[in-house]
Structure formats: structure tokens, C-alpha cells
């Protein structure tokens, strides 16, 4: 197993270094073990969807309804988190996941405030509306419990390991986030809509950076567990009413799109303030 120490991380504000294993005690894992887990979760999570789909009565169109979201999200995902918290447990990383002593400088945290904004804007309010309190309920916990069971995995045990194999701190974002991607690629064998599966894992790619620059910014896991919850009761709430058909893809892609350019223009404005003010 490869324990290199830390490498340095663009980026991150003066003096904000960590030794590599505070707050970890436990068998560390190798990229390659991560990814077994990976396949490991996806077998549970997709397995419980395809299980539930073939049940009577189960809801086929979608999530579009209580019990759809109950049979194709809670019960599966719920499944999937019992198997990522034993992970944690078994590596005893609970103080590790969860928070990062490692913050990115300041300007970083406009990014969960542009992601909470772009939701805002995406919701469906008027479709979830239509289908009442109990389902938006419904959708709400399901997508948080995504939202957990996903950061803990990727965000949470995916960069202890990637670190520990000698990443450089941009890599261990980008690797776990191509990670994260493709294990959503997965949702083509479920539905068998490969060209969406593969438009899927460009679009989660590109979302998974940005929930791990939420960590960092915010330095708490459970910001980027909320970030992605909201993320994806924004996106889904588009879906939920048949009458009025969304595409997804496009519905994610513009949002995208449009967190990506207020980070860059942030970037810059912060950039040509900070040399305004150099002597």
C-alpha cells in the first residue's frame, strides 16, 4: 500500500497544512480496493432498483410518484449508505471524512452560495406543487440520503485514498470526480438509455468537482452532503411532472454551465483585486 506523505495543493491558504493521518487510525485502503467498493455500492444500490422495479404495481415512469421514489431511491440508496457507513467504520475515519483542516482561500466559498442560487432558479416549484406536500417530502429525504451516501463515499473515503497515493490536490478532485462520474454511468444498464448514461457522466463529472470544492471551501462534509441533496432535488423537481416534460440532461448542463462561469469570474475579480492592492 502506497502511504506517501502529502503533497502540495494549489491553491490552499498559507499555513493550513495537516500531517496526512491526523485524526486516522485505521487499514488504509489503495485506489484499487477503493474501487472495488465503488462497484461494490453500485451492485447493491442498481441491484435494489432493478429488484424493486420488478415487484407488482411498481411505478415505471419515472420518478413521479411516492412509491416511485421510495422503490427506485430511499430503499436503495438507504441500502447503499448502510454498506458506506460500515466502510467508515471498519477504516475508523469518521474525524477524516468529515472534516478537511485543509481550506481553500476564501473567495472558494462563493461556490455553495452560486450552487444554492442556481437551485433556486432550476426548481420545478409549480410541478412539485402540483404533486402536494407528502411527495415533495419524499423527494426532499431521498435526495439527501443520495446526497450522504454519495459525499461519504467519494467525497468522504475517496479523497483520504487518493491523497495517500501521492495525488497532488487538484488530481485527488479530478480523480475522484471521473470516479464519481462514471459510477453514474451505470444508471444506462438500469435503463437502458446508454447515449443519456454517457451525457450523464460528463454532466455528474463535472458536479462532483464542484461538491469537492464545497468541501474544501467550507471544510465540512455535511456541506457538501447538503450541497448535493439540493443539487439534486433542483434537477429532479424538473422531472415530476409529466404534463410537462424537461430534459434533464439540458435542464443540469445550463446550471452547470452557469455555476462554472461565476466561479471563474470570481476567480478573476478576486485575482485583479489582489494585485490592485499589492504595494
Given at each position: 500500500?502506497?502511504?506517501?506523505?502529502t503533497?502540495?495543493?494549489?491553491?490552499?491558504?498559507?499555513?493550513?497544512?495537516?500531517p496526512?493521518?491526523?485524526?486516522?487510525r485505521?487499514?488504509?485502503?489503495?485506489?484499487?480496493?477503493?474501487l472495488?467498493?465503488?462497484?461494490?455500492?453500485?451492485?447493491?444500490?442498481?441491484g435494489a432498483?432493478?429488484?424493486?422495479?420488478?415487484?407488482?404495481?411498481?411505478?415505471?415512469?419515472?420518478?413521479?410518484?411516492?412509491?416511485?421514489?421510495?422503490?427506485?431511491?430511499?430503499?436503495?440508496v438507504g441500502?447503499?449508505?448502510a454498506?458506506?457507513?460500515?466502510?467508515?467504520?471498519y477504516?475508523?475515519?469518521?474525524?477524516?471524512?468529515?472534516?478537511?483542516?485543509?481550506?481553500?482561500?476564501a473567495w472558494?466559498?462563493?461556490i455553495?452560495?452560486?450552487?444554492?442560487v442556481?437551485?433556486?432558479?432550476?426548481?420545478d416549484y409549480?410541478?412539485?406543487a402540483?404533486?402536494?406536500?407528502?411527495?415533495?417530502?419524499?423527494l426532499?429525504?431521498?435526495t439527501?440520503?443520495?446526497?450522504?451516501?454519495?459525499?461519504?463515499?467519494?467525497?468522504?473515503?475517496g479523497?483520504q485514498?487518493?491523497?495517500?497515493?501521492?495525488?497532488?490536490?487538484?488530481?485527488?478532485?479530478?480523480?475522484?470526480?471521473?470516479?464519481?462520474?462514471?459510477?453514474?454511468?451505470s444508471?444506462?444498464?438500469v435503463?437502458?438509455?446508454?447515449?443519456?448514461?454517457?451525457?450523464?457522466?460528463?454532466?455528474?463529472?463535472?458536479?462532483?468537482?464542484?461538491?469537492?470544492?464545497?468541501?474544501?471551501?467550507?471544510?465540512?462534509?455535511t456541506?457538501?452532503?447538503?450541497?448535493?441533496?439540493?443539487?439534486?432535488f433542483?434537477?429532479?423537481?424538473?422531472?415530476v411532472?409529466?404534463?410537462?416534460p424537461?430534459?434533464m440532461e439540458f435542464?443540469?448542463?445550463?446550471?452547470?454551465?452557469?455555476?462554472?462561469?461565476?466561479?471563474?469570474v470570481?476567480?478573476?475579480r478576486?485575482?485583479?483585486?489582489?494585485?490592485?492592492?499589492?504595494?
Amino acid at each position: 500500500m502506497v502511504t506517501a506523505s502529502t503533497p502540495g495543493h494549489a491553491g490552499a491558504a498559507p499555513g493550513s497544512d495537516r500531517p496526512e493521518d491526523a485524526g486516522s487510525r485505521g487499514p488504509r485502503l489503495q485506489v484499487w480496493q477503493f474501487l472495488v467498493l465503488v462497484v461494490g455500492y453500485l451492485v447493491l444500490v442498481q441491484g435494489a432498483v432493478l429488484l424493486l422495479a420488478a415487484e407488482p404495481g411498481a411505478d415505471a415512469h419515472g420518478l413521479t410518484s411516492t412509491d416511485a421514489i421510495l422503490r427506485q431511491v430511499v430503499v436503495p440508496v438507504g441500502i447503499g449508505a448502510a454498506f458506506v457507513l460500515g466502510i467508515v467504520t471498519y477504516l475508523r475515519a469518521w474525524q477524516t471524512v468529515f472534516v478537511e483542516p485543509r481550506r481553500l482561500r476564501a473567495w472558494v466559498l462563493a461556490i455553495p452560495v452560486v450552487l444554492l442560487v442556481t437551485g433556486l432558479v432550476v426548481t420545478d416549484y409549480s410541478g412539485l406543487a402540483g404533486k402536494g406536500l407528502t411527495f415533495t417530502g419524499a423527494l426532499l429525504v431521498a435526495t439527501l440520503m443520495v446526497g450522504f451516501s454519495e459525499e461519504l463515499l467519494f467525497r468522504g473515503v475517496g479523497v483520504q485514498v487518493f491523497r495517500r497515493s501521492g495525488c497532488s490536490e487538484f488530481r485527488v478532485g479530478l480523480w475522484t470526480s471521473v470516479v464519481f462520474g462514471v459510477a453514474h454511468g451505470s444508471n444506462g444498464l438500469v435503463t437502458g438509455e446508454y447515449g443519456n448514461a454517457l451525457l450523464q457522466v460528463v454532466l455528474t463529472t463535472g458536479t462532483g468537482f464542484v461538491f469537492y470544492l464545497v468541501f474544501r471551501s467550507t471544510g465540512a462534509l455535511t456541506a457538501a452532503m447538503l450541497a448535493h441533496g439540493w443539487w439534486d432535488f433542483s434537477v429532479l423537481s424538473t422531472q415530476v411532472d409529466p404534463a410537462r416534460p424537461t430534459s434533464m440532461e439540458f435542464v443540469a448542463f445550463g446550471a452547470l454551465a452557469v455555476i462554472l462561469l461565476a466561479v471563474l469570474v470570481l476567480r478573476r475579480r478576486v485575482g485583479r483585486d489582489q494585485a490592485s492592492t499589492k504595494p
